[in-house]
């Protein structure tokens, strides 16, 4: 009697570790690129961040069903563009202007209007009009950054329970808290460097925690919308990553954050020195009290 082979089950050692490579060299290119920008600040920023807010507007259409090649979808890309702009060249006040009128193009695409010229002003505003400058948007994208990494690399490790099964079903509870630890880890780093002191750094590590929450908060949000379209990817320019979407999300959450703290910093310091008192001085400012 010849015995039938035994069933070959799969190696799946490493499965979990196989888009590592491509994640590692659009990083390495996305932190020359941005790293040269951020520090040159000017022109170049302004070009890379309104480019940037222009290619995902181009995602956000193509994920609604609305192709870049039509007037409708080159006018919603413009859209973000002219809102870049004004935002760049300090008119402010016509920000808003251009998130209320993008409704014309439709609920969904109007919301995500709104999200993408939220952020993309916000990194207009920290680098190019608080006094820390680069050291702004430098803490605002370390914690990303490294909320991103640590989640991806204790979740990989440790697995265990999901976090949102249903919206994004690799992400890990165990992920999730290794995230908010390096989260944490980098908002310190950055302040430390900049050159805060005992107080300033404890203020940093809690704002550090709350963008870290904010960061996987517009992780899980852009996975949602996702799921909702039926795709798993917002697009295919970032090996490893997918879209600008997909590595960009959880930035659109923390930038505006970031942005609206600096409005309450004290004159020279980031808003990461933001306290309780600094706070409510400037909500009592904006009411006239």
């Given amino acids: 009697m010849i015995s039938s082979p035994a069933p070959q089950i799969p190696d799946r050692r490493g499965a979990n570790w196989q888009d590592l490579r491509p994640r590692l060299i659009s990083a390495a290119v996305l932190i020359v690129v941005a790293g040269a920008a951020i520090g040159a600040g000017g022109l170049f920023y302004g070009v890379l961040v309104i480019a940037a807010m222009c290619g995902m507007a181009s995602e956000v259409a193509t994920l609604f069903r609305t192709s870049v090649r039509s007037w409708r979808g080159v006018l919603y890309v413009a859209w973000m563009g ?3 702009l004004a935002a760049f060249y300090g008119h402010w006040s016509a920000v808003p ?12 695409l109007w919301a995500g209007s709104a999200v993408i010229i ?12 608080t006094p820390p400058g680069a050291w702004s948007v430098l803490f605002a994208i370390a914690v990303v ?6 989640a991806y690399v204790v979740g990989r490790v440790a697995g265990g329970p999901k976090l949102a099964p249903r919206i994004s079903p690799g992400k890990t509870r165990s992920g999730a808290m290794g995230g908010l630890a390096g ?14 002191d005992s107080v300033v750094l404890m203020r940093s590590a809690v704002w550090a925690v709350l963008l870290g929450v904010l ?3 517009g992780d899980l949000a852009e996975s949602a919308v996702k799921r909702a379209r039926g795709v798993k990817d917002s697009g295919t320019l970032l090996p490893g990553h997918g879209g600008l979407l997909d590595r960009f999300d959880a930035l659109l959450a923390v930038a505006p954050l970031a942005a609206m703290l600096s409005l309450a910093a004290r004159p ?12 409510w ?5 904006l009411t006239g009290q």
Avoid at 145 to 150: E, F, G, I, M, R
Avoid at 184 to 196: E, H, K, Q, R
Avoid at 268 to 279: E, L, R, Y
Avoid at 281 to 285: M, Q
């Fill in 215 to 217: 960061a996987q908060a």
């Fill in 281 to 285: 001085a400037a909500l009592l400012r």
């Fill in 183 to 196: 989260a944490l880890i980098a908002g310190v780093v950055v302040a430390s460097l900049w050159g805060a």
């Fill in 118 to 129: 939220a952020a993309g002003a916000a990194l207009l505003w920290l680098r190019l009009c």
């Fill in 268 to 279: 020279g310091q980031g808003f990461w020195s933001v306290g309780p008192g600094d706070v």
């Fill in 145 to 150: 950054v490294c909320s991103d990494s640590t």
């Fill in 82 to 84: 002219c809102a870049g």
């Fill in 97 to 108: 202007a251009f998130v209320m009128s993008a409704f014309i193009f439709g609920p969904p």
